[in-house]
Structures are given as C-alpha cells and as structure tokens.
C-alpha cells in the first residue's frame, strides 16, 4: 500500500517485476494479450495498440464514430426507469465494437454480447475446466468469439474492401506492425476486454456522484451546455470539443479516484528480491494496491469529499502517486479513448435528461466503495 514501494514496482519491470495475473485471465484473453507479455513482445503488441488508439486516431476516426453511437444509445431513455448498470455494460461493448468494426457491429453484436460477458466472468474465475464453471464458460466463449472474429476477418480480406476502423487498419499491410492473425485476435479481445469495465464503471459512478452532489452536476452541465450552444443540434462533438472539456475531465478523475474501479495490478518476481527491507523469492506474486494510495490525505486533502476542482491544478495529474490508470510502461494504453468515451456520454446525457434514483442498493460504505447491484434511474428531459 506504500506509494513509494507500490512507484518502485510498477517502474521496474526490466529488474525483474513482470505482469503477474491469474493463470485464468492468461488462458482466456490469449497468449498474446497485452497483460501476458513483456519485453520485446509487450512492446511490440503496445505499440500495434497505440498505433490505432493514438490522438490522432481519436481525433480523426474514432470520435465521430462514438458520437454517433452514444447519441443513438442515448436517443430513447426519455420517461423510462433504466438499469444504468445494464445500460452502461452495454454501451462500453457496443461503442467498442463499433470502432473496431464499424459496417459490422450491428449485425455480430447479437451473437457477441453474450459470449462477450461469459468471458469477462471466465477472466476472474478458479482456472478448474469443469462443465458449469465461470472459467470452462470463459474459454468456450473465447472460442466462440475467436471464430466470429476470424469470419470477419476473411470476409473483409475476401471483399479486398478497407474501412477505416480498427480491424481495417489491422488487416490493412500497411500498418508497420504486421500482426499476425492470432496476436490479431488477442488485440481486439484485449480493446474489448479493458475498455469494457472501466468505461462502464465510471460512466455508471460518475452518474451516481452527479445525482448526490447537485453544485458538481451544475457546473459540469454549464461546461456542456457552452458547447452545445455554439453549435446546431445535428452537429457532433469534435476533438476541440473533447478537448476543452476540463471540468468533465476532473469529474473522470475524481470519480476513478472514489470509486477506485481497479483496486490494483499484479507482478511476478524473475528472481529473489530485496524490496523495503523484505526477500521476495522468486515467483511470487506482489499485489500492487491502489485503492489506498487514492485516500491518502498527504496526496488529496479531505480525501472522502467528491471534490472534482482539486484536479483543475494540472499538477495532480502529473505527481508521483498517480496511478489511477497504473503506472510505468503499462500505464494504461486506452487512458485517452476511455476518457472520450465517458466524456461523450455524459455530454449526452446531461444535455439532455434530468434523473432521480429509483433503487438499488447502498454505495457509499466508506472508506471502501461498493460497485452497486442493480442501481435504478428514472429519466426525464431537460
């Protein structure tokens, strides 16, 4: 829990710290999956994932292609009670498919879904291949979506037809990177796969958050109704927009920060270790945990107040202990993408809609953060 040592171990992999998750997660997002590799091989398949999740790809591909998914997702929730919950799972999926591919995600996303979420339960899961368990489930829908995926990619090949979407550019040989099919397939379970919880966390928290703290909801709904003004209501946001979106940015962080949706990350020792005056032997495990780092009142005075002006000083973005989207060379690669992705959906959604709580459970059990169970919401227009 000690953000020097927790800093140490995420900055150190070449010392021999290298990623350690659950042999279950291995197994189901493929051997090729971002979380399983490292040296020369993480940095190739890191730098094949930022090459379609860069800024620039944000701005010129992927944030046209959300806004018109989020304002379709969002166009019908008027006088409805929603299971924000539901609603935010699905959109964190479909948005992303969308991306990855565009002419397609409509017509695959029926058969994908399911097997999508059976998988996301396999990662997590005892890795014992017994009929009925989360993990066999896991590995069936991996297979399941492994066949999908490889469908569609012969299909375009065959067509000879390139979009300008993810797996155009993956498939396009072009790109510098080459990926073979496998670690083709691994790529877009893993964009799949970690966009998925976040996104759909944050979006549902940040929800939650704006309904107790009125002043917050105000003042974030001011930022977007500027924006809103300037333009036509057919007119989409552009990355100028996004960009000058600094109070939506702080509510992101502030509620990643609260709500802690990752608590840490693991790493595998190479070799015996001295850290802090402790041996480590080889192959253990370190849990590096965040969650406390991110109540740590050195770091954010009044640490349990939902204060998202402390993030307008650039500086705490930029200090040390910063690892709400990890830390080292495996900060999050989609930081970026998923911050456009919230941000896109809270414009809508504040815009348009007013909301009330309905149900669900209790959240806030400080100073832990429960995800809620079935949190209900009553919209209404603006």
Not at 68 to 73: A, E, I, V, Y
Not at 110 to 116: D, G, I, K, S, T
Request: with cysteine; proline share 5%.
């Amino acid at each position: 829990m000690d953000p020097e040592v927790n800093r140490y171990i995420l900055v150190n992999e070449a010392k021999g710290l290298v990623p350690g998750y659950p042999q279950s997660m291995l197994d189901i997002l493929g051997k090729c999956n971002i979380a399983a590799v490292h040296g020369s091989a993480h940095k190739h398949m890191r730098g094949a994932l930022l090459a379609l999740i860069s800024p620039a790809m944000i701005k010129q591909q992927l944030l046209p292609k959300i806004d018109d998914f989020m304002r379709s997702h969002l166009s019908n929730w008027d006088n409805k009670i929603i299971d924000i919950q539901e609603k935010t799972k699905e959109m964190a999926f479909l948005s992303s498919l969308r991306q990855i591919a565009s002419n397609e995600a409509s017509s695959i996303s029926q058969a994908f879904m399911p097997e999508f979420f059976k998988l996301v339960l396999g990662t997590l899961s005892l890795p014992i291949n017994l009929p009925n368990t989360n993990y066999h489930r896991g590995l069936q829908a991996r297979k399941n979506i492994t066949g999908l995926l490889r469908k569609l990619v012969e299909k375009r090949r065959t067509s000879g037809e390139t979009l300008n979407d993810m797996l155009g550019f993956l498939i396009n040989g072009e790109n510098k990177y080459n990926l073979s099919d496998e670690e083709m397939i691994d790529l877009i379970i893993t964009i799949l796969y970690s966009g998925y919880e976040t996104v759909s966390t944050t979006s549902m928290m940040a929800l939650k958050y704006l309904h107790d703290h009125p002043k917050v909801l105000d003042e974030l709904r001011k930022e977007h109704v500027a924006i809103r003004e300037k333009k036509r209501p057919e007119d989409p946001i552009d990355y100028n927009d996004y960009k000058s979106m600094r109070f939506t940015r702080a509510v992101i962080y502030e509620t990643s920060r609260m709500a802690t949706i990752v608590n840490g990350v693991l790493r595998k020792t190479t070799k015996d270790m001295e850290i802090n005056g402790f041996v480590i032997p080889e192959g253990w495990r370190i849990y590096v945990y965040t969650r406390e780092i991110n109540y740590d009142p050195h770091l954010y005075p009044d640490p349990l107040t939902f204060n998202p002006w402390r993030w307008l000083d650039k500086g705490l973005e930029y200090q040390n202990y910063f690892f709400i989207f990890g830390g080292g060379t495996r900060q999050c690669p989609g930081k970026e993408l998923g911050l456009a992705e919230i941000s896109t959906f809270l414009h809508y959604f504040v815009t348009r809609y007013n909301w009330e709580e309905v149900g669900g459970d209790t959240l806030m059990k400080f100073p832990r953060v429960e995800a809620p169970n079935g949190l209900h919401i009553r919209v209404s227009s603006n």
